[in-house]
């Protein structure tokens, strides 16, 4: 119980530190007086059916407004890293004044130029625009009778050159906006088009802090099928907490009266008896794991997960992340920074009950495992974006920021957290002396081998999830904005509870065929659910999306890949922590000689 109140204390402790660190103020307060300047950003441009693989608005033939000086847009880390490339479209756009059919600038269709537009056009480009951080979308272009998936070489291309934007304004605030394409030109080389823009404004009932509700889904996010998997997963919950309460609880109270029975016959009868399951491996069940220093990195950064994923959770619940630009991603970044010394604890205490000595190797192993993971697929990745100049690319700016939080922040904070967990929770405190010398783990049927239970572990907690998963995947490669983050958090809940049970389970019956490596095969029973994720994610590519192209399979896979490995590595954690103080209480009510 003490060790459990310091855990706590640390967690508080943690939490504190992180809502230090993100007490900010607003960059702008969204408010307008009459003929304010109310500036339009040109985002980004790209295939309808890889959201991901983006160009900057201006690396096709686009010009920009008679506008030409404006304040500097601030990037942050987290619009820099999910491709925001805000560019000034050079419209003059008023405050309150209308702006009647008006011609801002032409171009030219040279033969780069007509190429160009007319790739665009054939790969369905769309692009986004910006408007008091409220975001616009638009097709380049169409061909013949309109925009189909079927459209032949020979089908007439056509451009549309004008934009008319539709703003709605409660008080001095704008709550609404919408973009409308219009006059269709014909894409002929030599040509001139020639662009212009149109702006309206009306008043609005829409209140300022519901103006970005048009862009949500509840038909998608809050359907029926929705609320029926919560239901399945919280029913498949009881169903497992009953059946692991009643089976374990009941075997258990069996074992213990069959063994308290034993202790009363004289050596010789102890002999003759046929002795077997989870008390003959009393002396190695405490046994420290093998590759210490990997498993106890690998718990550290995993409970650092875990408590990064609440924390997110609620921040998400509370302040609504769909209305600022990778707001979400900015958040994630310093909450991990944040609760670095969390994985220093964890891990660091684990290694020094487990007897571990090369504690600074042990240190940067964990504050480097996750990050070198995430940054070593980002960097492979952003070559080949690099390569196509896509606005994925992230900038050598960011990518030194980056380096240096972890450099100065991250592993700082890691050191400080294994020192404390060396001193606080490295004691060796277990119920059962371990044997000097292993004992052999006997012969056992298929079904009972590790790595069959490591397989099938992660079965159940996919279960529980993969419903979720189909929204998740959604909102993120297609174009559906997630904000239902209170299912998110049942979700979570439920996926803590199976997975503990599950894992349970499973060390119960290796235990019970006397095989003592639980450790392990706790921890890749639960991490084992990444697995699957995985797996779902392939299918979903196949079957669910139209996405084509090395970039933007590359950038799916490899992304999908760090999502799997981090909620592998969490279950994993989990997993193990349940087990854990399963296999602690099982030991301490036995009697042992």
Request: charged residues 15%.
């Amino acid at each position: 119980m003490a060790r459990l109140r310091t855990h706590a204390a640390f967690l508080a402790a943690a939490v504190c530190l992180l809502s230090a660190s993100m007490s900010q103020a607003d960059e702008h307060d969204h408010t307008y007086q009459h003929g304010e300047q109310v500036v339009v950003w040109m985002n980004t441009v790209g295939p309808y059916h890889n959201r991901q693989e983006t160009y900057s608005y201006f690396s096709l033939p686009f010009c920009r407004g008679p506008v030409k000086t404006i304040g500097h847009h601030h990037e942050t880390i987290g619009e820099a890293l999910v491709g925001v490339e805000l560019k000034f479209s050079g419209l003059d756009v008023r405050f309150l004044e209308a702006v009647p059919h008006t011609q801002y600038c032409s171009v030219k269709l040279t033969d780069d130029n007509y190429k160009a537009l007319l790739y665009a056009i054939k790969n369905h480009y769309w692009y986004q625009l910006y408007a008091d951080d409220l975001p616009m979308w638009a097709l380049v272009g169409d061909f013949g009778e309109g925009h189909t998936d079927q459209e032949s070489d020979g089908d007439q291309p056509y451009i549309w050159t004008h934009k008319r934007f539709d703003f709605g304004v409660n008080g001095n605030q704008i709550v609404d906006v919408n973009l409308t394409t219009g006059r269709r030109s014909k894409l002929i080389p030599g040509s001139t088009l020639t662009f212009s823009y149109q702006v309206n404004w009306k008043e609005s009932k829409v209140p300022y802090e519901k103006r970005f509700d048009k862009y949500l889904d509840p038909a998608f996010f809050q359907h029926r099928i929705h609320w029926f998997s919560i239901f399945n997963s919280f029913m498949m919950v009881i169903f497992l907490v009953g059946i692991v309460f009643m089976i374990l609880m009941r075997t258990l109270r069996k074992d213990l009266a069959r063994y308290r029975q034993d202790d009363e016959l004289d050596d010789l009868e102890r002999d003759l008896g046929d002795e077997y399951g989870w008390k003959q491996v009393h002396g190695d069940v405490f046994r420290p794991a093998a590759l210490p220093l990997l498993f106890s990195s690998l718990i550290g950064s995993g409970s650092q997960l875990a408590t990064v994923s609440g924390l997110l959770l609620g921040i998400a619940i509370y302040s609504d992340p769909h209305t600022g630009r990778g707001s979400l991603v900015t958040s994630a970044i310093f909450v991990y920074a944040a609760t670095s010394p969390v994985a220093g604890y964890f891990g660091g205490g684990l290694y020094a009950r487990m007897q571990g000595k090369d504690w600074i190797k042990q240190t940067l192993v964990t504050a480097a495992l996750l990050p070198g993971l995430v940054c070593g697929v980002a960097f492979l990745i952003n070559f080949i974006a690099i390569y196509y100049n896509a606005a994925r690319a992230i900038p050598f700016g960011t990518m030194v920021m980056v380096a240096c939080m972890w450099l100065f922040v991250i592993l700082p904070l890691t050191l400080v957290g294994s020192v404390l967990g060396r001193n606080i929770a490295g004691v060796h405190d277990v119920p059962c002396r371990v044997n000097p010398v292993p004992r052999p783990i006997p012969e056992k049927k298929w079904f009972m081998e590790p790595w069959v239970i490591v397989l099938l572990g992660g079965v159940l907690p996919f279960g529980s999830i993969f419903i979720e998963m189909y929204f998740i995947f959604t909102s993120f490669w297609a174009y559906k904005i997630y904000y239902v983050f209170g299912f998110m958090l049942l979700v979570f809940c439920i996926l803590i509870v199976v997975t503990v049970c599950v894992t349970i389970v499973c060390t119960y019956f290796l235990l019970n065929s006397e095989d003592y490596r639980w450790q392990w095969t706790s921890f890749l029973a639960a991490g084992s659910t990444s697995l699957y994720v995985y797996a779902y994610s392939i299918y979903y590519y196949v079957f669910k999306t139209k996405m084509y192209g090395m970039f933007q399979t590359s950038f799916y896979f490899g992304y999908m890949g760090i999502l799997a490995a981090a909620l592998g590595i969490m279950c994993g954690t989990l997993g193990y922590a349940g087990t854990n103080m399963f296999v602690q209480k099982i030991y301490r009510n036995v009697k042992i000689d």
